[in-house]
C-alpha cells in the first residue's frame, strides 16, 4: 500500500509550559483514504498536525511524503509538497471575492501589473465546477454561509494541487446539511485519490465518513484501527481509556416551578435590515428546568444569546427577571441582576488571551477580593486555586489562559461562572470543540444546576446535546418560534421531526406556553 | 511548590531571552553610532569619545542628563497608562504644555500659600492637561470618534492657545525671553547635584512610577483598566464598566504629562517659555513604546533616550557633527523595538 504520509516517532514539547504534546508518535496515511485523527482535548492531534503542516519543528522522529524523507520547516514548505490544511478559524479575507481570496500571492496578471479578475473568476469557477461546490467566483466572502467560507479554504488547497489535505475539526461550525455536503465532497477528493486527515471527535462523523481511524491520548497514538471494525464504543474507550455513555438523568418532576426569565413579545432588528432578528418571541424559563434552544445558524440563536447577555438592545417588548423589569440593561446590570452566562465565543469574548487565567476567573468576582480599592492577591489566588482544582482544570492561576487547551480554557469559564450565578445561567453553544469527557462534564455540570433549582438555558445548535440535555425545547427559525416541546414530548422527539422544524418544512399552529 | 519555582525558571528565562533582545538592539544603535561618525565626522574618534563619555564626565553633564530624562518619565508613564486600556493619547505635546502654563500661572497667584500653593498649583496643572486628554475620551465614548486623531488635533490647536498666552497677556515684560514671570523662589526644588539642573523631581517621578505600577496590579480600578484594554469584549461581558474606561486612563494620562510640565517648572526651567516643552510630549511616546507600557520599563528606556541625547549634545559642542544624530539612533532603537522582528528572534517558535 503506497504511503501519502509516514511520521515516525514524533516528539514535541513546548518550552514554554514544558508540556510534551506528542510522545514519539507514529502515524501513516495512505494515499487515496480519509483518515480521521480523533482523540480528548489536548490528546496533541492539532500538535501533530502542526507538525506536519510546518507550523511548528518536531524535537524529534522524521517524516515522509511519498515515500521520501523531507524536512518540512515552515507552511510554505509544506505546501510545495502538496500538503494543504484548513484551520478551526477560517483564513480569509471578508472584503475580497472568492476569486481574490483562493489567488492570494499568486494572483494572474494583466500588462504586468494590474489584477486580472475575468482571468482570475475564470480560473476559480474551473476549479469549483471541478469539485461541484457551490460557490461562485465573484462572490465576496463576508457574504457566505460558515460552510460556504469552508469551501473556499478547501478550494484553496485544491488550486494550488494539494493532494494531502488536512482538516481541523471541519464541521465544528456547520449544520447537518453542511456536514453532509462537506462529506459528499472529501468523499469525492479521497475518489480522486487525494488523501485526507480530519482532526475530530465526534463519533458518530467518524463512522460516517473515515476509512481509518487513529486514536490519540495523552500525547500518544494509542493505534490506527479500520473503521468498519469499531462502533463508537469502543473508539470512545480508546480515547478515554474508560466507557462512558453521554447522558444525563432529566428533571424527572420539577420540584417547585417559578418563572425566572419571561421574554414579553420580544423583538430585534438591525439596524437599515427589513425582516427581524427576532420576532415577537415570547417564552418563560422556569426555576428547576433546563430549556433548549434549537435552531440552525443564523435563525435567532446568536441573537437571543445576545439579548440575554446585554450585548444589543431590543426594539419592542419586554424581559421579566422574577418581577423586575430587565429590558435592554447592559451587561454590568444584568450581572448584578444575578446573570450567570457561558457565552459561545470563548475567545474573543469569554476571555482575555493574554490574561492570566486568574484574572480571567475574577473578571465577575473582584468585588470579592477588593478592599478599599485594593485586590487581596492572597484572596483571589486561592479562590482561583480552589475552583481549578475542583473543576478538575489542568492549569495555575498564573499561566496567561492563551496557553490552556480549549477544553480547560472552557472549565475555567464553567468554574467562572457558575460560582456567581444566583438563579438562572445561559448556556451558548457549551461544548462546541470539546472532547466527549469534557462535554460531559459540561452536561453534568447543568444537570446539577437545574437539580439545585436553576433556570438553566441551553442555546445550541446541536442537535445531539439540545436532545441529551433539555427538558423542554424551543425551536426557532427565521427569528421566530416555530415550535415547543415539553415533557415526554420533548424526550421522545426525533431528531428527523425536529430537523424539519429547525428547517422551516413545517411549524407547529399554536406558539404559546 | 515545585510548581511556582517552574514559574519562577520561566520568568527568570523569559526576562533574560528578552535582556539579551533589548542588549542586541542597543548594539545596533550603538554600532549606527559609529558608522555615523566615521562618515560625518573629521575626527570620528573624539566625536565617539565625546558621544558616549560626554554624558558621564562630570556631574553637570550627568546631573543635566538625568535631568532630561524626568519629563520622558512622566509621559512615558501617561503615554503607557493609556495604552494598557486600549487608548491612545497623541496630545502629550499640549498636555504637557498647557500643564506648565497652568502651574506656573497658579504657582504665581498662590504664592502667599507656601507649600499648599505649590501643591495646589501642581494638581491644577496636571486637572487640566487631564481634563484636556479627557475631552478625547468622553468623546470617543459618546460618539465613538477617535481618540488618537481628537486628542492629537486638540493638542496641536492647545500649542497655539499657550503660545499665545505666554507671548501676550501672560508675558513678562521685565526681560527678553519669550516667557511668563517666573515662579516664587519657595516653590523652586532644591538641586539635587550642584552645579547640573538635576533637581527633586527625579525622585517624584520615581514615585510616580511606583504608583502606577500598583495603580495597575494592585487595584481592582487598575485591574479593570487592563482587562479593558486586553479585551474590551470579554470586559464589557464580564460587568466592567467600558465606557469608564474609555474616559478615566486619558484623564490619568493627560495628569502624568501635565505633572511632568508642572515639575519641569518647579525643577528647571522656573517660568513658562514658549516652546520649552516641545518635542517633550513626542519622546514621552516613543519611550512608552520602547517600554513596552511597562511602567517599571519606562525608567530605563527614559534614561536611554536622555543618555543619547545627551550624548549627542556633548559631541555637538566639542566636535564636529550636528544634534540629528540623536534623532537618528533614537529612531533606529524605536523601529528596532517596535517592529519586534529582533524580540521574536529571541523567542522561540511559538504556538501561532
Request: glycine share 10%; aromatic share 8%; with cysteine.
Amino acid at each position: 500500500m503506497e504511503l501519502a504520509v509516514e511520521m515516525l516517532a514524533i516528539t514535541k514539547t513546548y518550552p514554554e509550559n514544558n508540556i510534551r504534546a506528542n510522545e514519539a508518535v507514529d502515524l501513516q496515511l495512505r494515499k487515496g483514504e480519509i483518515l480521521c485523527l480523533a482523540g480528548e482535548n489536548g490528546a496533541g492531534k492539532t500538535t501533530l498536525m502542526k507538525v506536519l503542516y510546518g507550523m511548528e519543528s518536531q524535537d524529534s522522529g522524521t517524516i515522509s511524503i511519498h515515500g521520501r524523507k523531507e524536512s518540512i520547516t515552515s507552511p510554505l514548505v509544506a505546501k510545495g509538497l502538496g500538503i494543504g490544511m484548513v484551520h478551526q478559524h477560517f483564513m480569509l479575507v471578508e472584503e475580497f471575492t472568492v476569486a481574490q481570496n483562493v489567488l492570494l500571492g499568486i494572483e494572474p496578471v494583466r500588462f504586468g501589473i494590474s489584477y486580472d479578475q475575468k482571468k482570475a473568476n475564470a480560473l476559480v469557477n474551473e476549479v469549483i465546477a471541478r469539485h461541484h461546490f457551490s460557490l461562485e467566483a465573484g462572490t465576496l466572502v463576508k457574504d457566505l454561509t460558515v460552510g460556504q467560507k469552508q469551501q473556499v479554504e478547501i478550494v484553496k488547497m485544491l488550486y494550488r494541487d494539494a493532494d494531502i489535505l488536512i482538516l481541523d475539526e471541519p464541521t465544528a461550525v456547520l449544520t447537518e446539511q453542511e456536514i453532509e455536503a462537506l462529506f459528499t465532497t472529501l468523499r469525492q477528493l479521497a475518489n480522486h485519490g487525494k488523501s485526507l486527515i480530519l482532526i475530530t471527535h465526534k463519533l458518530h462523523e467518524i463512522k460516517a465518513i473515515s476509512d481509518r481511524v487513529a486514536v490519540m491520548r495523552q500525547g500518544r497514538m494509542v493505534g490506527i484501527y479500520e473503521t468498519t471494525r469499531m462502533d463508537e464504543r469502543n473508539i470512545s474507550a480508546l480515547m478515554m481509556g474508560k466507557t462512558i455513555s453521554l447522558e444525563i438523568a432529566h428533571a424527572e418532576k420539577p420540584q417547585k416551578s417559578l418563572p425566572v426569565i419571561v421574554f414579553d413579545k420580544v423583538t430585534v432588528v438591525r439596524r437599515g435590515q427589513e425582516r427581524p432578528l427576532l420576532n415577537n418571541l415570547s417564552f418563560t424559563a422556569y426555576s428547576g428546568e433546563i430549556l433548549g434552544f434549537a435552531g440552525v445558524g443564523g435563525n435567532g440563536l446568536g441573537v437571543v444569546e445576545a439579548v440575554l447577555g446585554g450585548f444589543i438592545p431590543t426594539v419592542g417588548g419586554r424581559i421579566l427577571h422574577h418581577e423586575s423589569e430587565i429590558t435592554n440593561m447592559n451587561t454590568a446590570q444584568l450581572r448584578k441582576q444575578g446573570l450567570a452566562y457561558v457565552p459561545s465565543d470563548r475567545l474573543r469574548i469569554g476571555s482575555a488571551a493574554k490574561a492570566t487565567v486568574e484574572e480571567n476567573i475574577m473578571v465577575n468576582a473582584s468585588h470579592m477580593f477588593t478592599r478599599q480599592g485594593f485586590i487581596d492577591k492572597k484572596k483571589s489566588a486561592s479562590f482561583t486555586e480552589r475552583l481549578l482544582a475542583s473543576y478538575k482544570a489542568k492549569a495555575t492561576a498564573q499561566m496567561p489562559i492563551n496557553t490552556l487547551s480549549g477544553g480547560n480554557i472552557q472549565k475555567v469559564i464553567l468554574a467562572r461562572e457558575i460560582e456567581q450565578y444566583q438563579d438562572y445561567i445561559v448556556f451558548s453553544e457549551p461544548t462546541w470543540g470539546l472532547d466527549v469527557a469534557s462535554s460531559q462534564f459540561v452536561y453534568e455540570q447543568m444537570a446539577e444546576l437545574r437539580d439545585k433549582g436553576a433556570a438553566v438555558i441551553l442555546i445550541s445548535s446541536n442537535l445531539d446535546e439540545i436532545l441529551t440535555v433539555a427538558d423542554r425545547i424551543i425551536v426557532l427559525y427565521h427569528g421566530y418560534r416555530v415550535a415547543s416541546f415539553a415533557g415526554k414530548e420533548a424526550r421522545n422527539l426525533s431528531k428527523e421531526e425536529i430537523g424539519e422544524y429547525m428547517l422551516g418544512i413545517r411549524r407547529q399552529g399554536t406558539l404559546h406556553g | 511548590m515545585a510548581r511556582e519555582k517552574k514559574l519562577a525558571r520561566k520568568t527568570i528565562r523569559t526576562f533574560v531571552r528578552e535582556g539579551a533582545a533589548i542588549l542586541l538592539i542597543l548594539t545596533i544603535a550603538l554600532v549606527w553610532v559609529i558608522i555615523l561618525s566615521l562618515l560625518l565626522s573629521k575626527t570620528p574618534a573624539k566625536t565617539l569619545g565625546y558621544f558616549f563619555l560626554g554624558p558621564l564626565q562630570n556631574t553637570y553633564y550627568f546631573g543635566n542628563m538625568l535631568n532630561g530624562s524626568i519629563p520622558l518619565i512622566f509621559g512615558g508613564l501617561g503615554v503607557s497608562l493609556a495604552m494598557r486600556s486600549g487608548n491612545f493619547n497623541l496630545g502629550g505635546e499640549g498636555q504637557i504644555y498647557s500643564g506648565a502654563l497652568v502651574t506656573t500661572l497658579c504657582a504665581i497667584s498662590l504664592a502667599p500659600l507656601g507649600i499648599v500653593g505649590a501643591f495646589l498649583a501642581l494638581v491644577l496643572g496636571a486637572l487640566v492637561a487631564g481634563a484636556l486628554a479627557g475631552v478625547s475620551g468622553f468623546l470617543r465614548m459618546q460618539w465613538n470618534t477617535s481618540e488618537l486623531i481628537t486628542s492629537f488635533l486638540l493638542s496641536n490647536a492647545v500649542v497655539l492657545v499657550v503660545n499665545h498666552l505666554i507671548s501676550g497677556p501672560f508675558l513678562d515684560p521685565s526681560t527678553s525671553l519669550m516667557a511668563t514671570r517666573k515662579i516664587p523662589e519657595a516653590f523652586r526644588l532644591p538641586l539635587l547635584l550642584p552645579p547640573s539642573n538635576l533637581s527633586m523631581a527625579l525622585p517624584i517621578a520615581i514615585l510616580a512610577v511606583v504608583v502606577v505600577q500598583l495603580y495597575l496590579y494592585k487595584t481592582k480600578s487598575g485591574y479593570e483598566l487592563r482587562m479593558t484594554g486586553l479585551n474590551p469584549f470579554f470586559a464589557k461581558y464580564g460587568g466592567i464598566d467600558t465606557r469608564r474606561y474609555m474616559v478615566l486612563p486619558m484623564v490619568l494620562s493627560g495628569a502624568l504629562y501635565g505633572l511632568g510640565g508642572g515639575l519641569a517648572i518647579y525643577g528647571t526651567y522656573y517660568a513658562s517659555i514658549k516652546e520649552f516643552s516641545s518635542g517633550m510630549g513626542w519622546n514621552g511616546l516613543a519611550v512608552a513604546l520602547i517600554a513596552k507600557s511597562k511602567p517599571t520599563a519606562v525608567i530605563p528606556a527614559a534614561l536611554f533616550f536622555a543618555y543619547i541625547e545627551a550624548g549627542a549634545r556633548s559631541a555637538m559642542l566639542h566636535s564636529d557633527v550636528t544634534f540629528e544624530i540623536a534623532a537618528i539612533v533614537q529612531s533606529i532603537v524605536f523601529f528596532l523595538i517596535s517592529s519586534e522582528v529582533l524580540l521574536n528572534l529571541f523567542t522561540k517558535r511559538g504556538k501561532q
